[in-house]
């Protein structure tokens, strides 16, 4: 039981260092969370990912447990160091990309990088 005890708030007190850096780093940055920014982001399209290789997708963790709250998920250029949000959700369901935005210098260690949205890539096509 002790050993339990120990190996939970191991776990507990090592979440944070597990976080993703660009996450973190954008979403305290620009303030975002379930209800938006607090420093304006330009309104965009989205991000030509022809080359997909270069791009990766990071969702930005929301604990808000707000139902009709937005959801942001950032989709960066590992070339360029180039990030845009994109949001979706939210009381009228929203679906807007906003950047670029720099993200020089972020890590992405112990991000979880999703994969590329087929819809992302045929939508640049259009």
Known sequence: MKNLAIASALAFCSAHA?????SETLAERYGISFSGFKTAIPI???PDASDAGAFVRVRIKDDSRVADGF????????RT???WILRT???ISVYQWFGPVDADGVSLEHCKLEPMPAVLRASQKQ
């Open 18 to 22: 597990l976080a993703c850096p660009l």
């Open 44 to 46: 965009a399209k989205a």
């Open 71 to 78: 959801h942001h998920t950032i989709v960066m250029d590992t």
């Open 81 to 83: 160091k180039k990030a």
């Open 89 to 91: 959700g939210g009381f």
